[in-house]
């Protein structure tokens, strides 16, 4: 790793490790939402080892956009247990389901950066706060592939996806972001954790649909500052499978994925913050 990441990446640990609830109010809004949805979920984790789970969340999301402006200084790899064929999508495209887990803008410049196109889900939140700058980024590499963003919230979402991958674009969406048009059909409830959850099936759903392989792609941060990129599972990549495998069935078994992850480090999840009122709400 370069010298200035890991100076930069050093002062947000020491910088975080003071990060007091008491003392500032904005840090025991986003506690408070952290340790009531920690404890439901994994209520077997001792209340005095939530803040320091809460750090490391916090240290985590920091690290993730230092990532993403240093990705030529990350030291990283894929996992033993599993590696995504990036030179496939170049001819192949795929719908990668991912999770805001490790370094979870990671993957997107990685596929962008070994030439591969993308569209990429985002909120109409994201898009009008982080999209000039997430663009202005990828352009910057070249090879001729490119992102571009459609937005989860549009009624027509689905639409936009199938279009962009009949155009050889591969879609990665955030599973964990639990977003899309408004109507149910693609809606099924699963155990995760301690809970029962609310999850959207579409992405499943459309990668069937639209014929092409669905990859569920997560990252895992390491101790020594290493990123981890592991493809846990794929479907739809033979018309076997189309027809074995639902949406349901597959998006159940990626957040099975997730979970063993989070159970061992609940601090790599970011979406602790919005678990009651992405997952939880009718």
């Known amino acids: 790793m370069n010298g200035k990441y890991l100076q930069q990446k050093r002062q947000i640990e020491i910088k975080t490790a003071t990060y007091s609830p008491v003392t500032d109010v904005a840090?025991?809004?986003?506690?408070?939402?952290?340790?009531?949805?920690?404890?439901?979920?994994?209520?077997?984790?001792?209340?005095?080892?939530?803040?320091?789970?809460?750090?490391?969340?916090?240290?985590?999301?920091?690290?993730?956009?230092?990532?993403?402006?240093?990705?030529?200084?990350?030291?990283?790899?894929?996992?033993?247990?599993?590696?995504?064929?990036?030179?496939?999508?170049?001819?192949?495209?795929?719908?990668?389901?991912?999770f805001h887990v490790g370094s979870y803008r990671f993957i997107n410049h990685l596929l962008v950066r070994n030439g591969v196109p993308i569209a990429l889900l985002v909120s109409d939140t994201v898009k009008e706060r982080q999209g000039a700058d997430f663009l202005s980024q990828a352009s910057a590499v070249g090879d001729g592939a490119f992102c571009t963003l459609i937005s989860a919230d549009h009624p027509m979402v689905g639409l936009r996806i199938l279009r962009a991958l009949k155009k050889g674009i591969t879609v990665v969406g955030y599973l964990d972001g639990n977003r899309g048009a408004p109507a149910q059909q693609h809606v099924h409830r699963l155990p995760f954790l301690g809970l029962d959850i609310r999850v959207r099936t579409g992405l499943a759903h459309l990668a069937r649909r639209g014929r092409v392989p669905l990859h569920g792609?997560?990252?895992?941060?390491?101790?020594?500052?290493?990123?981890?990129?592991?493809?846990?599972?794929?479907?739809?990549?033979?018309?076997?499978?189309?027809?074995?495998?639902?949406?349901?069935?597959?998006?159940?078994?990626?957040?099975?994925?997730?979970?063993?992850?989070?159970?061992?480090?609940?601090?790599?999840?970011?979406?602790?913050?919005?678990?009651?009122?992405?997952?939880?709400?009718?």
């Open 27 to 98: 840090a025991f809004r986003k506690f408070a939402l952290f340790t009531t949805n920690l404890g439901l979920a994994l209520p077997e984790i001792p209340l005095a080892c939530h803040l320091s789970e809460f750090r490391r969340a916090i240290v985590n999301r920091q690290l993730c956009f230092l990532d993403e402006e240093c990705f030529g200084e990350v030291s990283w790899s894929w996992s033993n247990d599993g590696m995504l064929d990036v030179e496939s999508l170049k001819s192949r495209p795929a719908i990668i389901a991912t």
């Open 217 to 282: 792609v997560l990252s895992r941060r390491h101790a020594d500052g290493r990123i981890e990129i592991w493809k846990s599972r794929s479907f739809y990549e033979t018309p076997v499978s189309v027809r074995e495998v639902t949406p349901a069935a597959a998006t159940g078994l990626l957040y099975n994925d997730l979970t063993n992850i989070i159970r061992e480090e609940p601090w790599q999840w970011d979406q602790w913050y919005y678990l009651h009122e992405t997952f939880l709400t009718d």
